[in-house]
């Protein structure tokens, strides 16, 4: 039998990290106005793109978008989420780093905030990534 909500949509592979500091905080950023989905809050990361592996699309992405820099050893893969939106599929590994150089900016005009597990609860989270806030506190 097939299900009559199928409708077939493009696959996104995305990754995000949770940068955990020495308080056990986790770093967040709110999405700038000028994205799609301005507002909710994310964990940072972006697109894999063609040709790189989701670690080497990670280390970009928090070089580009935190400046900062992390060695590909410092990753350790936790989750994932897999997330229908509207017009595509989001598939997005989820990795923890606590050990980087240098100290998170918001180089793309976004806000980030170091947030106590306990109080990730009350940020208004990108659909696909809040169901990783559950998991997120109890790896903690």
Not at 115 to 126: A, H, K, Q, S
């Amino acid at each position: 039998m097939q299900d009559t909500d199928h409708k077939i949509v493009p696959l996104k592979l995305v990754v995000a990290i949770a940068l955990i500091d020495l308080d056990n905080r986790v770093l967040i950023s709110k999405r700038p106005i000028h994205k799609h989905m301005a507002g909710y809050w994310e964990f940072p990361g972006g697109k894999v793109e063609k040709g790189e592996t989701p670690e080497g699309a990670l280390i970009r992405e928090v070089e580009e978008e935190l400046a900062i820099r992390i060695d590909k050893s410092c990753l350790s893969p936790l989750t994932f989420a897999s997330h229908k939106y509207e017009s595509f599929h989001l598939l997005m590994p989820l990795f923890v780093c606590r050990v980087w150089n240098g100290s998170p900016k918001p180089v793309e005009g976004q806000v980030l905030k170091w947030v106590n597990i306990r109080e990730l609860r009350n940020f208004d989270m990108l659909p696909a990534d809040s169901p990783l806030k559950a998991f997120l506190r109890d790896f903690l």
